[in-house]
């Protein structure tokens, strides 16, 4: 007969010997000898590989089983930001008149949302590499893009404020958007469970379908902007 114990969380037990056992852990966890409790799983010493496949299934469907409150406040500085950003924007393209000058807002938006976004970045710089370099394609072929990235952010905001060579900066934007997008997408396409690295590491933020609209979103600011004045 197989051999079999609880867990705390999902650990693989290799026996060695009839006297002796080798513990190898997907994640490291204590044996559970007393009472099994809901989140407690079944496993058979004699397959420890299908451990780390149970271990993977069980954290996919705990992530998936998130209300939407607990989606909404992983979110929450994500969509703060976007408000704050939204509404200095709007302010600053007022007049003396109290006129709206709608042909700048895009700019300026776009402007304001490098500066906040490579502040969060800058805050803990290596981090911020480690986990771009998980999804990013450039990153992974390029060891120091990571590095750079910040201050690139920083320098098309001072230029696009600036509004300097903006048909060049926005056709370099429109770049580097479509690449994230398509790093993102690909990356749950493969399912990876990683964090987004858009705000740094300072907030958690996993990599969702909102990184993918709000790149959509830039996407659709800057091609609309080129269209008009291009």
């Known amino acids: 007969m197989s051999e079999k114990k609880s ?7 290799e026996k060695t010997s009839d006297t002796d056992e080798k513990t190898s852990c997907c994640q490291l966890a204590t044996i559970a000898e007393k009472t099994p409790e809901p ?3 079944e496993i058979d010493l004699e397959d420890p590989d299908e451990t780390c496949e149970i271990c993977e299934k069980k954290e996919v ?3 998936d089983k998130k209300t939407i409150s607990q989606r909404f406040n992983d ?12 509404t200095a924007s709007v302010f600053i393209n007022f007049d003396t008149d109290w006129e709206f000058q709608g042909d700048n807002f895009m700019i300026v938006f776009m402007g304001l949302f490098y500066i906040v976004f490579s502040f969060f970045k800058l805050l803990n710089l290596k981090g911020f590499v480690m986990s771009f370099k998980k999804y990013d394609f450039i990153s992974m072929y390029i060891p120091y893009y990571g590095y750079l990235y910040p201050f ?8 696009l404020l600036y509004k300097y060579e903006l ?3 926005n056709f370099i934007i429109l770049f580097l958007f479509l690449e994230n997008i398509i790093s993102v997408f690909y990356a749950l396409y493969k399912k990876k469970d990683i964090m987004c690295a858009c705000l ?11 990184t993918i609209i709000e790149d ?4 659709v600011m800057t091609s609309v902007w080129l269209i008009k004045n291009y």
């Open 7 to 13: 867990c705390c969380q999902l650990t693989a037990i």
């Open 61 to 63: 469907e705990s992530s």
């Open 75 to 86: 979110f929450l500085p994500l969509i703060l930001i976007f408000l704050y950003i939204s």
């Open 152 to 159: 690139m952010e920083i320098a098309l905001s001072f230029l």
């Open 200 to 210: 740094g590491t300072m907030l958690n933020l996993p990599l969702t379908k909102v």
């Open 39 to 41: 989140d407690l799983v």
């Open 216 to 219: 959509f979103i830039m996407i």
């Open 167 to 169: 048909v060049i900066i």
